[in-house]
């Protein structure tokens, strides 16, 4: 029984909150009510004595998060990217948890590499630095291949991290299964699976050759994509616990001082940011979904540079082609048209009311554009979005949990870099140019050419299965047997298809 584990591990985070001092600043910064704020002190005060103590060097909120672990450091990077939410201070104490936290020791590090790779870390690195950042997962060194002298990133896991995730996951599954008992209403957003989600994503993240593979395929997707660098991963030098991957050197996106002391377009940098992420999840629909400033830098040329690909987030085409025409109708102020998207989608149940729907999303979108462009956001018209729906007999789509999350981070990112950007007007150019190619003429040509592929594989074979189709409607009682006498046709009959169709889809392209 894990039960009574998991109550002392929440009411240990209250505790750890009220021994740094933290939980004052936490309770003000999320406006809790009045009644909140007493059951939170209420819960931590008496074991503030047990709570951890964290680094005394580090502000209040920052020294309790890295106290509790890694989980509670992903969750304060996240907020760290959103002054609008929790305030200027507390999102620059929280920025330390990027990539600036205490690192484990070097030797440590190279004895991994060694029992990675059977070799000695020399006999791979004619160099081999101190940790050049640290953060929850793992920390990198700045190294050099011993037979090229090639720069490299090397980044290893850190040491029990699995173990220390999977005991904050599993208080949070605590967490989430009584707060669908104490709140019913929260059982539409279904919080467990919200938190099995995120378990999949962390526990892909624990394993660097994912990452590897991550890292080669956004390289594949983005090559031709201007004002973007990633660096080249190394395949041969890649396992579980360790990766290497090439050096890119820039200023990071949170040293906003250095940046405007290189000269850099801190307002085109912004926009930038945006518009590869939109481009990147609607066009590739495998997107960078831990975009925060740790990952980010800038070379010296303005190109943006990312890395860290151990989050990536993935959108079928289908709903990329949904959310996109929701995010047009949104632009258009068109709230019909959403409306008719979702039900066509089957994201609303067919009962209700079309237009009373239409008539709540005029509610969430016209507010919104009504704002100061320094206050427009697509994350908040998505988090209204998804309360109207739910009101309306959605459920929660935890495959898009990821998208929303990021689209925060990246939000905040780019408000850091430009506090006046107007997303809207960034995004639309975007999803204009997505729309125009896959929810069109375009992309019914596109779609009836990979239909043509399909049956071009399969077309040998269609004519056998339909005489067995047709034998059996015929006479159910009678199995089908090969149709001997046409054992020439149909062979030529499944070339002619072939050729018919790969003719067809080779015009079509």
Same mark, same amino acid.
């Given at each position: 029984m894990r039960g009574p584990h998991n109550i002392w591990r929440l009411v240990r985070t209250l505790?750890?909150? *009220?021994?740094t001092g933290a939980i004052g600043v936490v309770l003000e910064a999320f406006s809790a009510p009045p009644g909140v704020r007493l059951v939170a002190r209420v819960m931590g005060w008496p074991f503030k004595w047990l709570g951890l103590k964290g680094d005394p060097a580090l502000p209040p909120v920052t020294r309790a998060i890295t106290a509790l672990g890694p989980a509670y450091i992903k969750f304060g990077q996240i907020l760290s990217t959103r002054p609008d %939410?929790?305030? @200027? @201070? =507390?999102?620059d104490q929280l920025k330390v948890l990027q990539d600036k936290l205490p690192p484990f020791p070097t030797a440590i590090a190279r004895q991994m590499v060694e029992e990675e790779f059977g070799q000695p870390t020399d006999s791979l690195f004619s160099a081999f630095s101190e940790p050049v950042a640290a953060a929850s997962i793992a920390q990198v060194h700045r190294a050099r291949l011993a037979d090229t002298g090639e720069e490299v990133a090397v980044k290893v896991l850190r040491p029990g991290i699995e173990r220390a995730f999977r005991r904050d996951i599993d208080a949070f599954y605590f967490a989430a299964r009584w707060v669908e008992i104490l709140a019913p209403f929260s059982r539409r957003l279904r919080p467990v699976d919200v938190i099995a989600h995120f378990e999949g994503v962390v526990m892909g993240e624990l394993d660097l050759r994912l990452e590897c593979a991550s890292a080669a395929e956004f390289a594949a997707n983005? *090559?031709? @994509?201007?004002? =973007?660098?990633?660096?080249r991963p190394f395949w041969g030098l890649s396992g579980r616990n360790v990766l290497t991957i090439g050096w890119a050197d820039g200023i990071g996106l949170n040293e906003i001082a250095a940046i405007e002391a290189a000269g850099i377009d801190r307002v085109a940098l912004g926009r930038r940011v945006l518009?590869?992420?939109?481009?990147?999840?609607?066009?590739d629909g495998f997107f960078h979904a831990d975009m925060h400033q740790g990952n980010l830098k800038v070379a010296p040329d303005g190109s943006l540079v990312v890395y860290d690909f151990g989050i990536m987030g993935r959108i079928d085409e289908?709903?990329?082609?949904? /959310?996109? *025409? %929701? =995010?047009?109708g949104f632009i258009h102020k068109d709230y019909r048209r959403v409306a008719e998207v979702h039900f066509e989608a089957g994201y609303v149940p067919a009962d209700r009311d079309i237009d009373e729907f239409a008539r709540a999303l005029r509610a969430v979108g016209e507010p919104i554009f009504g704002m100061d462009a320094s206050r427009i956001s697509m994350a908040r018209l998505l988090? /209204? =979005?998804f309360e109207v729906t739910e009101r309306f007999g959605m459920e929660t789509r935890t495959e898009l949990i990821l998208l929303q999350r990021t689209m925060v981070v990246v939000e905040g990112v780019a408000r850091s870099l430009d506090p006046h950007v107007n997303m809207w007007q960034v995004a639309r150019p975007v999803v204009e140019s997505y729309i125009r190619s896959h929810v069109g003429p375009q992309a019914v040509a596109r779609d009836l050419m990979r239909t043509l592929r399909v049956l071009a594989r399969f077309g040998p074979k269609l004519p056998a299965l339909t005489e067995a189709a047709l034998i059996r409607a015929g006479n159910p009682a009678v199995p089908p047997r090969p149709a001997r006498r046409h054992r020439l046709f149909w062979p030529i009959a499944g070339a002619t298809v072939t050729f018919v169709a790969g003719l067809a889809a080779g015009l079509l392209m």
């Open positions: 505790a750890t909150l *009220e021994r %939410i929790v305030g @200027d @201070d =507390l999102s983005t *090559e031709r @994509d201007t004002g =973007l660098l990633v660096p518009t590869l992420f939109l481009n990147h999840a609607l066009r289908y709903t990329r082609r949904v /959310y996109a *025409e %929701i =995010l047009m988090a /209204y =979005l």
